[in-house]
Each structure stands twice: as C-alpha cells, then as structure tokens.
C-alpha cells in the first residue's frame, strides 16, 4: 500500500499531514467544513446514460478542493424529501481551476437519474471536499503506469492519466478500457485526444463486448486481455503501478491475473465503482444488544444497538453527524477506530490487514461483537 504525504482524513475531512518513517506520525491538521455550495459551471452528454458535470470553485475553496488524482468527491442532494449521499471521482486534471466528474445513470428517482433530467447549469450542489486513497502522486522520478478499467470505473482513471502525463515527459500511461460498445464508452473524444497529445506516451486498448468495431479489442476484459497488454504489446516494460477500477468481477480477474504473472501485490491498486448486496453474507448475525460509545468532532455519545444492525445505520439513526458516503464498503469516509470491544466487518475492499490490526473498521459495514464497543471517528 502506498503512504501519501498529504491524506484527507475520512472522518470529518481534515487535511491530516504525515511523515514517512516506517509507520505514520500525525504531525498537524487543519479542520475544513463538511459540505461547501458549489456552482454547476458545465454539463456535457458523455453517452446516452452518462453526463460530466463540471463545477466552478470559488477563490476562497481553492485551497479546500485541492486533490489527488484518483480522489472523489460527495454530494449531497435532498430528492423527494429524502436526503442522498453520493460519491463521485474527479476525472479532471488537478492543474485545471475547476473539476469534472462522470455520472452515469444508475437510478431511477435517485441524483444519478436527476443529474440527467433536472440539473442545469448555475444550480447549486452540497459538495464534500475531496477525498480516497485510490490515488496517483507524481513525481521527479519518471513513471510507466498502467490501468485497467470498465464503464464508470474510468472517471478516477482519466484524472490519474491526465496527472501520469502532464507531470512528467518520461512517463507512460497504458490504459486497457472495457465497455459494451463506442457509443456506450465515456470520456472517449477525451482520450482519443490523449493519444494524439501524447503520441509514444499514451497506449489505450479499447475492449467492447457488444459490437465489433475498428480499433477495438472484441469482450470483455479477461485474462487474456491482461496478457495481451502486459505480455504482448508491452512485454518489455515494468511498470511501476497498476490500477484497477470497475465491477467486483472484473477487479478480481485482473488482479489474480497479475499475481499469476508474479506482479507484486503492493503494486495493485483498485477501486470499486460499485459493489455487491452485503445483506445476509454474514454466516451468523450476532444476536443481542451493545452499549455503543461514538466518538466524533471530541464529542461523545453514547446508546444501546441491536448486534445484528450496521454500527453506521445505528449511528445516524441517533442523528449523530458521523461521516459517511457510499455506505456500500466501496469509499473510505465512514473509517473509524476501535477503541473498546470488537466489530466485524461484512465486507472489506478498502483496508489493509495492517490497519485492520490497529483497530480501523468500515463503521458501514461492521456489526457489534460484544456488550460494549467505542468507535472513534477522529483518531484515523
């Protein structure tokens, strides 16, 4: 796993700054605001089921929307009385004074399906300060990346691109990008434009898995589509990173495709766009109830939970501020630290067995194990 000089704490978004020795070391943070009114600048067709939104920030939030390529953002959208969290990666370069992202229809009645029929331009959204650890950090030292990706998993991936190649003359980027057809492909003008920018630099493989099309790999992203990446067309490149980013399915082929290609598991990244169902996957729902403490912006609340509901669920039934996004185990905002008694976790895609040692859960995605259990939210 990758330790960044600069990491957005997933609790209450503050700028956490960290030396590397071995271990990370808090040395200072500086305390941001949940959520920021920001202006739709641009709203552009990607496909038929997908837009970019881009939005303008205000001189006094540059500082406070400075990200990482790779990160995401949260916007929050009260629709039909209910209010929605949705997490959404920047797709655009972190040298623009704006930002982009993709959304792709998804729901119907939710902010996916609103972005596409309502929102316009000059509408103001509740946004998050960005955040994620699905992140690229240029540097001096010359860089060969490479990513794989599927439908919406592209948006993290064209900023981290956009950053791998306008950050240093050296570097390459390959890019194995799946979809059903060109029609259906996001952000396609886009990188073809790289490829013409960046002629020698920028490799992009695109696979679609209905139409057979010029210029075009034929299915979907298999086994043999790493190979013919990795093992063929860039056989002798050693790659420094790679990132993946897309369904569950397709994350873990590459990922175990790699590995048997003996890359090192420390230089495989993924981010999940989407994630499967977590209701009934634990063996045996904990019966009973737990004294719960949150810990949270130094305060303290205390109740009683049933065992067998979400820690997250039963903390903002309570109406505690606690943070959270995607509440699917996809993100990273609803981390939070034991400090008494013990959780389970559902599902994990996010933490490392290193931090789960030192006692950090998804709160989304964790049951209560004992009588008593004290999360912090601000000691991550």
Known sequence: ?????????????????????NSLQKTKHLCMADFHSLPVKH????????????????????????????????????????????????????????FTIGVKKVDKGGFSDYAHS?????????????????????????KKIIAFAAGSGITPIMSISRAVLESNPKNQMVLVYGNKSFKDTMFYTDLVKLELDYANRFFVYFTNSQTQEDNSLFGRIDTSTVNYAIKNKHK?????????????????????????????????????????????ELPEKPDGKTNLTVIVDDEEFSFSMNKNTLVLDAVLKENIDAPYS??????????????????????????????????????????PLTPTLTVDYDDV
């Open 43 to 98: 709203i552009k067709a990607l496909t038929p089921n997908s837009v970019a939104i881009t939005f303008s920030i205000p001189k006094e939030l540059i500082q406070t929307f400075d990200f990482i390529p790779g990160q995401y953002i949260t916007i929050k959208k009260e629709i039909k009385g209910k209010e929605l969290r949705r997490a959404y990666s920047i797709s655009s370069s972190p040298k623009s004074d704006c």
């Open 118 to 142: 309502k929102l316009a331009v000059g509408d103001m959204l509740e946004v998050m300060p960005p955040e994620g650890r699905f992140t690229f950090k240029p540097s001096n030292t010359p």
């Open 236 to 280: 002798d490149t050693d790659f420094d990173a790679y990132y993946l980013c897309g369904p569950e399915e397709m994350i873990h082929l590459v990922k175990d495709t790699l590995k048997d290609n003996d890359v090192p598991e420390d230089k495989i990244h993924f981010e999940l766009f989407t994630t499967t169902e977590i209701l009934d």
């Open 326 to 367: 995607c509440q699917g185990g996809v993100c990273s905002s609803c981390i939070a630290r034991i400090k008494e008694g013990k959780a389970e976790m559902v599902k994990n895609q996010i933490l490392t067995d290193g931090e789960i040692a030192e006692g950090l859960i998804l709160t989304c995605q964790a049951h």
């Open 1 to 21: 796993m990758f330790f960044y000089a600069f990491r957005f704490k997933s609790s209450r978004h503050c700028l956490i700054l960290y030396s590397i020795n």
